[in-house]
């Protein structure tokens, strides 16, 4: 089945490391999404990509990096200098070319700090 | 410090009638607007979306409408079911359009049986 995947699930952080999730689309989208969401909010871009081997920063990209060698991947590191990033992780994709397209969203991962 | 989440607007209605979820936004250049559906512990399912040369769309069972003069938007869902509980978000995109979105805070739908 198409579709975008998360992983791991849940993830627990130590203090002073750096945290990598994984996203993988297998929709052939050109466009890749990281958002945040906090407990009762609404979801913040954190990076998102048009292409392979450029990414653009969101509303809150401090204390987080991205790659995007493959059209397929759109990893998320969670440095330690991201103070507070207990949190849902959410990784979306869609067409950026012509009319607008919705994005669609993976299952999310949780972040918790040990 | 530890960071408290805000209370979340919410909605109850019986199962079987209809349900009408608000959303105001922000931006007047916004010319795409969508909806989202969230269950507990899972990403968002787009639900319908619609452009701002349009004022309604219909879909299975929804519907969105578009007040572009008071910067308004609706979600209706007819008939509701058990499994039509969930968050729902409305997001809107600016100069960006599908691509910068800005999402609302979301509104917790309850079915009652």
């Known amino acids: 089945d198409g579709g975008i995947t998360q992983s791991p699930k849940y993830l627990f952080r130590k203090e002073g490391q750096n945290v990598t999730l994984s996203c993988e689309q297998n929709?052939?989208?050109?466009?890749m999404y990281w958002y945040r969401q906090d407990p009762g909010q609404g979801l913040r871009l954190i990076y998102y990509?048009?292409?392979?081997?450029?990414?653009q920063k969101g509303d809150i990209a401090e204390g987080y990096s991205v790659s995007r060698e493959k059209k397929e991947s759109f990893p998320l590191t969670v440095t330690s200098a991201q103070k507070n990033p207990t949190a849902f992780y959410l990784c979306?994709?869609?067409?950026?070319?012509?009319?607008?397209?919705?994005?669609?969203f993976g299952d999310g991962t949780r972040l918790s700090i040990l | 410090g530890e960071s408290v989440g805000l209370h979340l607007p919410t909605l109850s209605v019986q199962e079987g009638d209809n349900s009408i979820i608000n959303c105001a936004y922000s931006n007047s250049a916004s010319d795409y607007f969508i909806w989202y559906k969230q269950e507990s512990g899972k990403g968002p399912q787009f639900i319908i979306d619609?452009?701002?040369?349009?004022d309604k769309r219909q879909g299975q069972r929804v519907t969105v409408l578009l007040n572009k003069t008071v910067k308004h938007l609706s979600l209706q869902i007819a008939a509701t079911q058990p499994g039509d509980s969930a968050v729902y978000f409305c997001a809107e995109g600016g100069n960006g359009g599908a691509q910068k979105l800005v999402f609302g805070q979301g509104t917790r739908l309850t079915i009652n049986p």
């Open positions: 619609i452009r701002s040369n349009m």
């Open positions: 990509s048009q292409i392979v081997n450029d990414f």
């Open positions: 979306a994709s869609n067409r950026w070319q012509g009319s607008n397209q919705p994005q669609h």
């Open positions: 929709l052939n989208h050109d466009a």
